[in-house]
Nanobody, 115 residues
Framework: QVQLVESGGGLVQPGGSLRLSCAASGMIFSTNVMGWYRQAPGKQRELVARITMDDMTNYADSVKGRFTISRDSAKNRVFLQMNSLKPEDTAVYYC?????????WGQGTQVTVSS
């Protein structure tokens, strides 16, 4: 089993920044992909960004140039630096880890962008 715990969410004004962190524990294989999804009220869950063990990344078009995903593979952690936040970024953000044809999810952390 794999457990994921997110932290770093909160309330921020438009234009502000937040940094999300996710710590993975349990049976983690040497090859995996970690990432972040988000779900806003009344909307489907969507991919925000993901990163491979080789640090290859991809981003949703809506966050390119504003968000940066990174990881510390030695410590099984993934981060999401979010800059220039907009009200439409408001959502619950979920950390994910995919390995061995299975996806694991964290419990989510709320990000609210509002003045």
């Amino acid at each position: 089993q794999v457990q994921l715990v997110e932290s770093g969410g909160g309330l921020v004004q438009p234009g502000g920044s937040l940094r999300l962190s996710c710590a993975a524990s349990g049976m983690i294989f040497s090859t995996n992909v970690m990432g972040w999804y988000r779900q806003a009220p009344g909307k489907q869950r969507e991919l925000v960004a993901r990163i491979t063990m080789d640090d290859m990344t991809n981003y949703a078009d809506s966050v390119k140039g504003r968000f940066t995903i990174s990881r510390d593979s030695a410590k099984n952690r993934v981060f999401l630096q979010m800059n220039s936040l907009k009200p439409e970024d408001t959502a619950v953000y979920y950390c994910t880890l995919g390995q061995n044809r299975r996806d694991y999810w964290g419990q989510g952390t709320q990000v609210t962008v509002s003045s």
